[in-house]
């Protein structure tokens, strides 16, 4: 890679720019008029044709046209004028005489659609205020922003214009004068600013910003932070004047330092180097020369400034200015200004100090300011040459080199610390300089064993000659010209030298500085170009090769990146650039990249790599590397391998069979036959699952990228070797192997025998083949042929050499099908294992055939090990097909859906003896199906065709036909009572994530009562009551005690994790489930324990124990404390339900607190003998509250709709409790019959009624029901028939006085029936002795009651 000369940008208007310059010139009166009305600024009309820049743009903008002639044909008038461009390249000015026009940056699309950067007119206008002067140097000096955002794009940029009168004046973008002053009477010579630069090491000194001013006989220096300062004060203060419509006030001048230059003839040019501290070796000479033998030497060097000038007398001056000589002058008038003396002394001088007001100034007399002296300055020493004199001093940009330019056609390299000439080029009169400085890439000298070096410079100075129109890049110090550049003989090489002011070592911290270092500006086409030049041309040879070796491979990476590159250029530039690198390492690399394009196509690819191994083959042996020319062969015989195969595949040649013989085929078939009807409904299932997403390239239909391969398969000496890689990887090249000979498209005997001459080992070509077939299931399945084809590929590998060893024992396993099976029984593609394991069994079975007769050579059939482990491999993947049909059955509408799980033979065999029941349980659970229907599929087990149609739908009745069939294949792993354990402990399981689905447990019990071996639902119940419930239990339990009530919703949550609604149902799960414990620990010992078997061809299974083996391992309960629980569990059930008040624990004496929520194995002191009455007391009061609770329900179900019949289980409930809590049962009958004549349910309570012992206390109690009924029906109701008012004077007073005492509002229902009360009366009168002391009020009341009836 070499230097080159790149366009970045376009002037536009050159000829509008030549005409503004140069029309005094021209004889063209209008102008001259147009001029003397405005010199500020020319009128609009005149230059209206800048306003609209597209106007003109059909010829600026190209390197043609007529304005472009007319331009280069008087190209020599940008020789004759002060042109300056920003380092920033977004302004230029080009100014002459008194006039100046200021261009800046653009962007505007080219007809190609693409942006570009143009420099356009912005601003043209006289610049000059004082009569007679003119320009004489210009300057661009960007300012650095103070934003924290800033990137490095400058603020703003000033230009500073130097005159022929010694002013020196700062400007805006837009011509507006900011800060104008005479510094010296003399014309400026020369503008120059020196810019911050952070310290490439450690011990250089850190120079400060700096404007520098040359005149014939003093150079002014101004600090670039001060100069900074005011600058940014004066905009903003312009800015101000502007919005508020007020007059500028000009603010006080700048503090400057001023030398005199002495001891040389003429001065053209200088350069400031900046702040130099001496060593002390360098101090010592100096004081000895100029203070003689007895000068004393300062213990500490002194800082100076170092400034060079050219000219003449001597031809080169060096000039150093200790730091602290000179006080920057103007200090006095400053703090003048600042203390705002009116003194008389201060009201004249006011005038030339530029601070007065513009009113304030007499208009007659103009006076013109003082001019300071300068500070004398002798010339340290010089290069003498009486006849030579300097034109030109550029400084490179480390400060330690000049190029000075002379009248003899003489570039002279300085070396700025020495003082010394070190080179010189001849032949270059009216030559231009620039600098460019190149930093070391990052990656060059990473390679490096120690420590990271620092990053390296190297400077390259550019000489422009326009004599001979020729531009030259050379490498210092002694270094060869690395570039040279034929362009036009009227350019303009522009180099500034510094960058943008207001930058510290702080704010530089991460700037990105836009900035360009040489431009050369061709006024004939308006392009402005900046030189680059490649670090390594600094470097020695050794170093230059090998970094033009790291820029060719870069070359090469941006070539490859480029998306719009053709195959032709690509493939003729990469072989060049492969070519021209020299170290073998990098060569490789490059080849690696281009290798792992995804653009570049094969042929491309063969051609370079063919042309690079003829080329190292060309070499001398010795000199080529051995690691390269593997890369090359090995290569090269991968992209033939794939370039062969992808024209196989696309010749369109279709399978010829000449392996299948008309036996194996039929067998095959037979085979397909039996497990077709599983094949077709396992096929409909997986088709008709959910769309997924998937992507274009991933698909297995998508061609095989190049790099792929390549990626995918490794070359040594004469093998080819695939990669171990993601079976994705691996079923990509499958796919590109060998699915166009499983589809019939491609030949597939010569796809064999191709890759059979690579040296591929069978067995990777297996483990492709299989992966492609197992990976792809969906489309062989749609493939009727493919099954045939896979036989032909099967015997074809294996016929291969290496396939099955001729030694191999048919007694023993063959590596080569144990490779089969092992593919087969991984797979979770159920069906696609299932084909190729039959094809594989047929094919196997062939080849043992063949063996025996050449072993052998007899007519028996040979029994090997092999055929058995296939006949138990097929056995199995059938097995799994119809388990895995049954888990496709998509879950019905409305429920929660989950991806389809996957099963296989190993994960079966790894899941234990309980991972088949475990996976129908899970599917039990996805399908929402009900214990009664999960009771009602299996109960169609010993049916082999049900004749009678079910009225289910047609879902149902094909979702029981397959869990049918897969109970008959499995029917020791999936025995009821083992299906209904592991459905059991799935829906406990689901309900403990989600506990406000109680269906969840409720139907857990179910499952568990369904289960017919005590034993299992022992150990279940066991397990469930330890793991999921207890904990769930207690919590509810002890909230129930604190609150002493149902608790609300909101500390159910809190405290128990669930809602009230969901906890009354977990509560009445938990009494269902110790029931269950206590009936299976009651029938243990009558039944003996199961005996667990599973088939034969899954007798091979390891793994965790299984969920029966884990329940048949549970230890037996102790009886008294399960019901102590199940005690506990109907009260807090009870209170949930009817929303009593009660401290559940309470009803229990310290016994039995203590025995709860203990391991129900353990032995705990129990409770016994009688209660204390007082407990038993809170018992019964309890257990009263239940029945007027239920009895209130059922009172509530009768007027509303119909009432469940669980309901009706309470009473019974209650009595039973009773019993356990040493309540006597005839108070809770009586007040059972109570409570339904109360709320008017009197059919019922007369069926309670014949169960009560004790009858006279319960006449007693209901003869008051009876006069509360008849009370409110003869002196309660609202409207009072006569009858009843005659019939309640007719009754007898004792009667009248008792019926007025009772209190109807008692009653729950008081409009009974007569009837009813009647029928009560008479129940009376039947249960009263005659001899009792109610009997004779029974008997009026009976009277009463017959007479309201008549009356009725």
């Known amino acids: 890679m070499s230097c080159c000369l790149l366009e970045f940008c376009r002037v536009q208007e050159l000829k509008a720019v030549r005409e503004f310059l140069f029309q005094n010139q021209q004889n063209n009166p209008s102008l001259g008029d147009k001029k003397s009305e405005n010199e500020l600024a020319w009128d609009d009309s005149d230059w209206g044709s800048w306003d609209n820049p597209e106007a003109k743009e059909d010829g600026s903008g190209t390197t043609t046209g007529v304005e472009e002639d007319s331009a280069a044909g008087s190209a020599p008038w940008l020789q004759d004028c002060v042109v300056s461009l920003s380092p920033c390249s977004d302004l230029m000015v080009v100014a002459k005489d008194h006039k100046a026009v200021f261009l800046s940056a653009k962007w505007r699309t080219d007809d190609g659609g693409r942006e570009e950067m143009t420099l356009a007119v912005s601003w043209s206008g006289t610049l000059s205020t004082e009569e007679g002067e003119s320009v004489s140097s210009v300057i661009c000096i960007p300012l650095a922003s103070q934003k924290r955002s800033s990137t490095g794009r400058p603020d703003w940029t000033c230009i500073v214009v130097g005159f022929s009168s010694g002013y020196v004046r700062f400007y805006t973008e837009s011509g507006v004068l900011l800060l104008a002053q005479l510094l010296n009477e003399d014309p400026v010579l020369r503008l120059k600013c020196r810019t911050y630069e952070i310290p490439r090491h450690p011990g250089v000194t850190e120079q400060h910003e700096e404007l520098s001013i040359l005149y014939p006989a003093a150079l002014v220096t101004i600090d670039g932070f001060s100069l900074f ?45 900046g702040i130099m501290t001496l060593c002390v070796f360098d101090q010592m000479k100096n004081a000895s020369i100029l203070g003689g033998f007895h000068a004393s030497v300062k213990g500490s060097p002194p800082a100076m400034s170092q400034y060079i000038t050219v000219g003449g007398g001597p031809y080169t001056g060096f000039y150093y ?29 006011s005038g030339w100090l530029g601070w007065k007001k513009q009113s304030e100034e007499e208009p007659t007399q103009k006076q013109k300011p003082k001019v300071e002296p300068a500070t004398p300055m002798a010339v340290r020493f010089g290069l003498p040459d009486s006849r030579r004199h300097g034109e030109f001093i550029c400084l490179s940009p480390c400060n330690t080199l000049a190029g000075v330019t002379d009248d003899f056609g003489r570039v002279t390299l300085l070396d700025v610390g020495r003082g010394i000439a070190i080179r010189m080029w001849k032949g270059y009169r009216d030559a231009q300089l620039g600098w460019v400085q190149v930093s070391e890439g990052r990656g060059e000298r990473e390679s490096s064993p120690s420590a990271p070096l620092p990053r390296r410079h190297a400077q390259f100075l550019v000489i422009y000659a326009p004599r001979r129109g020729i531009l030259e890049v050379w490498g210092t110090q002694q270094g060869p010209r690395v570039g040279a550049f034929t362009v036009g003989k009227h350019c303009r090489l522009l180099y500034a030298g510094y960058r943008l002011m207001g930058v510290n070592s702080v704010t530089s911290q991460g700037w990105l500085l836009h900035t360009q270092q040489v431009c050369l500006f061709d006024p004939a086409t308006g392009a402005l170009r900046t030189v680059t030049v490649p670090f390594h041309l600094a470097l020695s040879d050794k170093k230059s090769e090998r970094a033009k070796d790291m820029h ?20 003729s530039e990469a072989q060049s650039v492969l070519l021209d690198i020299k170290h073998p390492a990098v060569k490789k690399q490059a080849l690696e990249s281009l290798l792992a394009n995804k653009n570049a196509p094969v042929s491309c690819l063969t051609n370079i790599t063919r042309v690079l191994l003829a080329s190292l083959k060309g070499q001398d042996p010795e000199a080529v590397d051995e690691g390269l020319f593997q890369l090359c062969s090995s290569q090269l015989k991968l992209l033939q391998l794939y370039t062969d195969i992808q024209q196989l595949h696309s010749t369109g040649e279709a399978t010829t069979d000449t392996h299948t013989e008309p036996t ?41 990228p190049v790099r792929s391969f390549l990626s995918q398969m490794e070359c040594e000496g004469e093998e080819i070797r695939v990669v171990p890689g993601p079976n994705a990887d691996w079923t990509q090249l499958g796919s590109f192997l060998f699915w166009g000979c499983l ?62 060893e001729e030694s191999w024992d048919m007694q023993c396993v063959s590596p080569w099908w144990q490779q089969v099976r092992s593919a087969c029984v991984q797979s979770h593609s159920s069906a696609a294992a299932l084909l190729a394991a039959i094809v594989a069994h047929r094919a196997a079975k062939a080849n043992i055939t063949i063996l025996a007769e050449t072993k052998f050579q007899s007519e028996w059939e040979a029994v090997s090990l092999e055929l058995e482990q296939w006949a138990v491999c097929v056995r199995q993947l059938e097995d799994v097909l119809a388990l895995q049909t049954l888990l496709c059955v998509p879950p019905p509408q409305g429920t929660p859906g989950s991806a389809t799980p996957h099963c296989s033979v190993k994960a079966l065999l790894e899941g234990g003896r309980g991972g088949i029941a475990d996976s129908v349980a899970k599917w039990v659970f996805r399908q929402d199906l009900a214990p009664e229907r999960l009771k009602d ?54 309900w403990n994530k989600d506990p406000e689905e109680g269906r969840y447990l409720c139907w857990a019990v179910e499952h568990l009562k369904l289960v017919s071996s005590p034993h299992i639902q022992l150990g279940i119940s066991s397990m469930m009551w330890n793991t999921f419930i207890v904990k769930c239990f207690s919590a509810a339990a002890f909230l129930i005690e604190k609150v002493g009530k149902a608790p609300k919703d909101r500390l159910c949550r809190r405290d128990v994790g669930m809602g009230d609604c969901a906890m009354t149902a977990f509560l009445g799960s938990c009494v269902q489930l110790l029931q269950i414990l206590m009936e299976a620990d009651s029938g243990v010992e009558e039944v003996t324990p199961p005996e667990l078997c599973v088939e034969e061809v899954w007798g091979e299974a390891e793994g965790p124990a299984s969920l029966a083996e884990l329940a048949l391992e549970q230890k037996g309960v102790h009886y008294p404390l399960v019901q102590h629980h199940y005690l506990l569990a109907s009260l807090l059930h009870t209170a949930m339900t009817f929303s009593l008040r009660v401290k559940p624990l309470s009803l229990f004496d310290s016994k039995g607190k203590n025995a709860f929520f203990r391991e129900l194995s353990s032995i705990q002191l129990m409770p016994s003998g009688d209660m204390d009455p007082g407990l038993v007391s809170l018992r019964q009061e309890f257990l009263l509250r239940v029945l007027t609770g239920w009895v209130t329900t059922q009172r509530e179900a009768v007027e509303g709709p119909g009432s469940g019949s669980g309901d009706k289980t309470w009473p019974s409930l209650c009595l039973d409790l009773g019993l356990l809590l040493q309540v006597n049962p005839d108070i809770l009958r009586r007040h059972l019959v109570c409570e339904l004549y109360n709320q008017g349910l009197d059919p019922r309570a007369e069926q309670v009624m014949f169960e009560v012992e ?41 009667l009248c006085t008792w019926l007025k005492a009772m209190d109807p509002s008692e009653l729950g229902c008081p409009s009974v029936p007569l009837s009813q009360t009647s029928r009560l009366v008479s129940r009376l009168i039947e249960i009263l002795p005659e001899n009792h002391g109610q009997y004779s009020l029974a008997l009026h009341l009976l009277e009463a009651v017959e007479d309201l009836q008549r009356e009725d």
């Open 664 to 704: 194996e085929v039929a067998g095959i078939a037979e085979e397909l036959a039996r497990v077709s009807p599983t094949l077709q409904r396992y096929a409909e299932l997986t088709s008709g699952s959910r769309p997924s997403v998937s992507f274009a390239l991933d698909s297995p239909d998508a061609s095989l």
């Open 229 to 273: 300062q005011s600058l940014r004060a004066c905009r903003n203060q312009v800015a101000r004047a502007a919005a508020a419509g007020s007059e500028v006030v000009h603010p006080p001048p700048l503090a400057y330092k001023k030398w005199g230059l002495q001891d040389m003839d003429t001065i053209v040019d200088h350069s400031s180097v």
């Open 937 to 990: 599929m299996l109960q169609r087990r010993g049916e082999a065709e049900s004749t009678e149609k079910s009225q289910e739908d047609a879902a149902f009745n094909r979702a029981a036909e397959l869990l049918v069939s897969v109970c008959q294949r499995f029917p020791d792993s999936l025995s009821p009572d083992l299906l209904f354990a592991h459905c059991c402990w799935e829906y406990v399981v689901q």
């Open 321 to 349: 200015a200790i730091e602290g000589s000179s006080q920057p002058l103007l200090s006095h008038v400053a703090l003048a200004v600042a203390s705002k003396l009116t003194s008389a002394l201060f009201s004249a001088a």
């Open 743 to 804: 589809t019939g498209e491609s030949p597939l005997q010569k796809v064999c025998n191709t890759l059979q001459k690579t040296g591929i080992s069978p067995q990777q070509l297996l483990s492709l083949l299989l992966s492609v077939w197992l990976h792809r299931e969906k489309e062989v399945l749609k493939k009727t042929e493919a099954v045939r084809h896979l036989h032909t590929l099967l015997t074809a590998l294996s016929s291969m050499k290496g396939a099955v």
């Open 552 to 571: 060719l491979l870069k070359r090469l990476t941006t070539l490859l990146k480029s998306r719009e590159v053709e195959p032709d250029i690509l493939e």
């Open 1254 to 1294: 004790d009858k006279d206390v319960l006449g007693s109690q209901l003869l008051v029901l009876t006069g509360q009924r008849l009370s409110y029906s003869l002196l309660h109701t609202q409207t009072q028939t006569r009858p009843a008012m005659e019939l309640l004077a007719r009754l007898p007073p004792t």
